[in-house]
T-cell receptor, first 116, second 116 residues
Framework: AQKVTQAQTEISVVEKEDVTLDCVYETRDTTYYLFWYKQPPSGELVFLIRRNSFDEQNEISGRYSWNFQKSTSSFNFTITASQVVDSAVYFCALKGAGGSNYKLTFGKGTLLTVNP | DTGVSQNPRHKITKRGQNVTFRCDPISEHNRLYWYRQTLGQGPEFLTYFQNEAQLEKSRLLSDRFSAERPKGSFSTLEIQRTEQGDSAMYLC??????????????FGEGSWLTVV
């Protein structure tokens, strides 16, 4: 079975602080895909990034960066110089490449509040 | 380039009534998914279509739930004899043809259901 754990339920920071959202996953698949989604109050899940298990390069996109470490089964997300607009619930998700390769397994999410 | 469209966005219904949600996927996406999300939880997989074929149904989808995707285009999710426990957000998502199984799944804004 696949599992995603986001241990941080809520995080509150002041604008311009850096913040890291943790994600730990479990899977028996040798090939799998990891995702981060952002869910603002409107409800839509906004895709942020997809990472393949065979590509452990970290990625940076503007103020966002992702640290994928297969050895610790972690896929952490860092926001640099946070802004009020970053306030949302962030979900980490996992998709296998085996028989259930169509299904995303989500963590419970981390509510990030960025205060001015 | 329009995203996944869902309607209605909000529905309040009395217990025992039937409700139907509609989802229009991204054009040319042949895969369509329904997820359910309750407060404080991540989305949970309900069902999956590839074109018009419903290939997987979660055990979360009781007999009162039925989903269709006629002609492989839009999809409907019907809940019969609603119960208070059905109150949740119902998310629709779509993804492109399976060039590789890591295709990103794009979500709509969700349909909020409140059963009173």
């Amino acid at each position: 079975a696949q599992k995603v754990t986001q241990a941080q339920t809520e995080i509150s920071v002041v604008e311009k602080e850096d913040v890291t959202l943790d994600c730990v996953y479990e899977t028996r698949d040798t090939t799998y895909y990891l995702f981060w989604y952002k869910q603002p109050p409107s409800g839509e899940l906004v895709f942020l990034i997809r990472r393949n298990s065979f590509d452990e390069q970290n990625e940076i996109s503007g103020r966002y960066s992702w640290n994928f470490q297969k050895s610790t089964s972690s896929f952490n997300f860092t926001i640099t110089a946070s802004q009020v607009v970053d306030s949302a619930v962030y979900f980490c998700a996992l998709k296998g490449a085996g028989g259930s390769n169509y299904k995303l397994t989500f963590g419970k999410g981390t509510l990030l509040t960025v205060n001015p | 380039d329009t995203g996944v469209s869902q309607n209605p966005r909000h529905k309040i219904t009395k217990r025992g009534q039937n409700v139907t949600f509609r989802c229009d996927p991204i054009s040319e996406h042949n895969r369509l998914y329904w997820y359910r999300q309750t407060l404080g939880q991540g989305p949970e997989f309900l069902t999956y279509f590839q074109n018009e074929a419903q290939l997987e149904k979660s055990r979360l989808l009781s007999d009162r739930f039925s989903a269709e995707r006629p002609k492989g285009s839009f999809s409907t999710l019907e809940i019969q004899r609603t119960e208070q426990g059905d109150s949740a957000m119902y998310l629709c998502a779509s993804s492109p043809p399976d060039s590789f199984s890591g295709n990103t799944i794009y979500f709509g804004e969700g349909s909020w259901l409140t059963v009173v």
